[in-house]
């Protein structure tokens, strides 16, 4: 079998665990770290938007993605996001990355500014600038800009721009984006398209729900890369209502709550966000109960 990519495989994208008074636990992170390896991930993305990088300090942002660093096994890719207001912090943290030892980046367009498409391409070159391979995160919701597959293809004529975390939700456009630009990956962003995207030629998943079971999730994956669809399709569906809260805005804390009820750690958010409702709690609850039967009636275990 063909090595993978750092960006390939099974990334996933892991929060920050934050004690009771919502300073960050280390010993946690890197046991998290070291359990998703274990458990046959392919690698993890620190800082991203579920790792609640806008509410860290420089440091505590820092400090997460070297403690990542060091708990990764060997052939275990660690992908940090670069995610930042400016070109200028994306690139200085592609830069700390490429320093601590982290193998590729996960950059956003620019954050809280409508750019035009010249400037969107000028940021991509500079974060690229810092010599690790890029992987674009389109998520047209948070940050106001589209990497639609007409901008990613001039993007994607940067060296070093290898992939895209694709999180439109709209499956056409691996379609698109494969006709126009052949050489970019393209990766699963949001966990209830991953069967459609995989299937249709994606070669990576940068996930949410894995942090609470890991095992099912590669297992579906890989069945997924198989086209074994007699065997996916049962399981994908058995897992979509509880993959579906990837994409809603309480995100964060639907991950995290799904993890408790897995037995793993998941912890406080950081304001602004807050508890989940009652009635929000009720259904995460109810959907990750479906999905715990399911590793049952698999046999496996993912705690």
Known sequence: MTALQ??????????????DDLSIDFDRLQEHVRWLADEGC??????????????LSDDERADVVRATVEAAPAGFAVVPGVGGYGSRQSRRWAEHAA???????LALPPNTYAARDSEVVAHFREVASAGLPVVAYNNPFDTKVDLTPELLATIAETDGVVAVKE????????????DLSPHLDVLAGADDVLLELVVCGAKGWIAGFPNALPRLSVQLYELARAQDLAAALPLYAALHPIFGWDSRPVFVQAIKLGMELAGRYGGPCRPPRGPLSPETEAQVRKDMARALATVVVAGGSDA
């Open 99 to 105: 320093k601590v030892g982290a193998q590729a980046v």
């Open 42 to 55: 392919h690698g993890v993305t620190p800082c991203g938007s579920l790792g609640e990088y806008q509410n």
């Open 167 to 178: 999180f439109s939700g709209d499956v056409r456009r691996l379609h698109r984006i494969l």
């Open 6 to 19: 750092p960006w390939q495989g099974v990334v996933v994208a892991i929060p920050t665990p934050f004690r």
